[in-house]
C-alpha cells in the first residue's frame, strides 16, 4: 500500500502556564504529572510532522520560529532548534518543501513559517511551498476576536498571504492517504490531518484538541479554548473514532510522549501505550 513517510521534527520546547493549559482542572491533580516552574509555567514540545510521499514533502506546522523581539519570548523562554535548523539536522533543505499544513494559526504553530530578513522584512522559510489551511479558520485569524487576538500575529501571516503561496483546503486538498478533520472548540476550523502510514496504519496528529497524553481525559480542557464544552464532545467523538479505527495520536505538545495507542475502559479513555515516532 501506497502511504506517507512520518517523521517528527521537534521545533524546541516552550513555557505554558500550567492553569491555561489544564483549564479548571486544579494545580493539585495536573501538578502532580508535570512540574512547573516558580511562575506555574510548564515545559511542552513544538512537535512537527515531516510526511514524504514520492516527490511530495509535506510539514505539518512549523512551531514559532525565533523572529519576535527578546520581551516576547520572556514569557515562553523557547529552547533548542526552530524548525529550519531541525530539519536540516534531518538532512532536509527548506527549498525541498513541496507544501505547509496548518492546523491552525496560533503563533506556536505557524511562526517558523516565515523568518525575518533584515531588520524590518520577512521572508517565507519554505520559498517553493504552497501554504495550507482552512479558510475559515484564516478568516478568523485575519479578523480575531479580542480573545484570540494576542495569538495571531501579522508578520506570521501577511508574508505568506502577499507572496501568492496560500492555499485553502475548501477549494481542493489534493493528497491521497491524508484526511483532514476539522474541529472548533480551540479556535474556528481547526485542521487535524489523519495519515495513513506505508503499512496501512492511521495516525491522527491532534494538535491542540489534545495537546498531550495528559489531555485524552475529557475534563482537561485548555483554558485557552473558546468553545470549552465544543472541545469535549469533539475529543469524546474523535477518541471513540480512534479506538474504533485503531487510529494512533500524535500529541503536538507533549514534551515526553510523542505518540500513544488508545485503550477504553468502557466509561474512560486513556493511554495504553506510548509509541515513539521516527526522527
Sequence with gaps: ????????????????????????????IWNGMLDCDLENRCTWAMRCLLI??????????????????PKFFSHYEPTG????????????TVESITDVVFTHLHFDHCGGA???????????????????????????AKHPNAREKASFLKENLEPIESAGVLHFIEDGFPFHHLK???????TEAQILPIITDA???????TADLIPSAHHIRLPFVMGYDIRPLETMKEKERILRDCFEFNRFLIFEHDAQTAA???????HNFKMKKALTLPA
Design 260 to 266: 500513544a495507542e488508545l485503550d477504553f475502559d468502557g
Design 52 to 69: 514524504e510521499q514520492g516527490e511530495h514533502r509535506l510539514l505539518i506546522d512549523t512551531g514559532m520560529g525565533d523572529k519576535q523581539s
Design 180 to 186: 483532514l478533520e476539522v474541529v472548533y472548540g480551540h
Design 1 to 28: 500500500m501506497e502511504g506517507w513517510k512520518i517523521k517528527e521534527v521537534l521545533a524546541g520546547t516552550l513555557k505554558l502556564d500550567g492553569g491555561a493549559m489544564f483549564g479548571v482542572v486544579p494545580k493539585v
Design 114 to 140: 516565515v523568518v525575518r530578513n533584515g531588520d524590518s522584512e520577512y521572508a517565507l522559510a519554505f520559498p517553493n511551498a504552497k501554504h495550507w489551511v482552512s479558510r475559515q479558520h484564516w478568516e478568523h
Design 81 to 92: 532548534n526552530t524548525i529550519v535548523p531541525a530539519l536540516a539536522e534531518l538532512g532536509v
Design 199 to 205: 503499512q496501512g496504519q492511521e495516525w491522527m496528529y
